[in-house]
């Protein structure tokens, strides 16, 4: 496996990580307990050393299933998690809205030790602005939180321009991770720059487009009602019809490359640059080895190009996210 480091902070990892959250949380029916160990285990052995996590994933649930495959071979990977959610810690209840007051980060990051099995955090996201506290607040514990040994890097997950600048400013940002792929291209236009002068990596959520990039979705494919795509305007049956027309772009790519759609999609997001790291997921060991592929996948200069001039005659249809978790991003 290629290795990247995030930026400037000298953290390296896997050129592809692994989102976890799909494991047993919002896509569906969970795989077995013993089913996701056996493939967070099979991952490293693959060279994958990023593992992405949340306190939000069940909650609870997440972290304490990556703790538990990770512990024996902890000294191998790199676990990133998260906080940010008004969530008690004693219950799971969630009571709704953000919470991100530093006695609150520490609380949350002192219980996710615990969860994963682990004496330190490797990376520790802020999961959403909190627009209630000062982005130097939160960036002040997780100094304080750094200095004490219990995590040793500080990211930022779907900030704005100004709150990375903000927050780099009191504690460096190894990592910023937002949506990013083919499906959704919004950091292109202000994070990507801003990330590249400070000196900060990218870590792209949902490089697949939450599945819609592999081809294996179309206009007769139903969602289960515990999926979160089913309350996706973007994977609304009309929009998918509407957007089958990117997919057909991708499987052209692939089929020249003598590949697969998803890998193509994962090695456009290498080529854009050294330091993003995306972090697909999935719950079977198959499409695991086939993410992986990407990483032997070539895009040269012409693939690019042409793949960004059929991109900019696509307009895709839909939001990527409902309202209310929309109206949490960008802050």
Not at 73 to 101: C, H, M, P, W, Y
Not at 139 to 160: M, N
Not at 277 to 285: A, E, N, S
Request: net charge neutral.
């Amino acid at each position: 496996m290629q290795k990247r480091k995030l930026g400037k902070s000298g953290l390296e990892v896997s050129a592809l990580g692994f989102g976890c959250m799909g494991l047993n949380y919002l896509y569906g029916q969970a795989n077995e307990k013993s089913e996701s160990i056996a493939l967070l285990r099979a991952a490293v052995e693959r060279g994958v050393t990023l593992f992405d996590t949340a306190e939000a994933y069940g909650p609870f649930t997440n972290e304490e299933l990556v703790g538990e495959a990770l512990a024996p071979i902890r000294e191998q990977v790199v676990i990133a998690t998260k906080f940010g959610f008004d969530i008690d810690l004693k219950t799971g209840e969630r009571r709704g809205g953000l919470n991100s007051r530093p006695e609150h980060i520490k609380a949350v990051a002192e219980a996710a030790l615990k969860r994963l099995k682990t004496d330190v955090i490797d990376i520790l996201y802020q999961h959403r602005v909190d627009p209630s506290v000062p982005i130097e607040d939160v960036a002040g514990a997780l100094k304080e939180l750094i200095a004490a040994g219990k995590v040793k890097h500080f990211g930022l997950s779907e900030p704005g321009v100004e709150t990375i600048r903000r927050a780099h400013a009191v504690q460096p940002v190894t990592a910023v991770q937002s949506e990013y792929s083919l499906w959704y291209r919004g950091p292109e236009v202000e994070v990507l720059p801003t990330l590249e002068k400070l000196g900060i990596g990218f870590v792209p959520f949902s490089p697949l487009g939450a599945g819609f990039l592999t081809g294996k979705i179309d206009t007769s494919t139903t969602f289960d009602k515990s999926d979160f795509r089913s309350n996706v305007p973007r994977f609304a049956a009309d929009a998918r019809e509407a957007n089958m027309a990117l997919v057909d772009l991708v499987k052209a790519v692939a089929a020249r490359k003598k590949a697969t759609p998803a890998q193509i999609a994962l090695a456009w997001l290498l080529a854009q640059k050294p330091w993003i790291v995306p972090i697909p997921g999935t719950k079977k060991l198959n499409r695991l080895e086939e993410n992986l592929g990407a990483v032997n996948v070539e895009l040269t200069s012409a693939d690019l190009k042409e793949i960004g001039s059929a991109l900019a005659n696509l307009k895709l249809e839909g939001n990527r996210l409902p309202d209310a978790a929309l109206s949490m991003t960008g802050r």
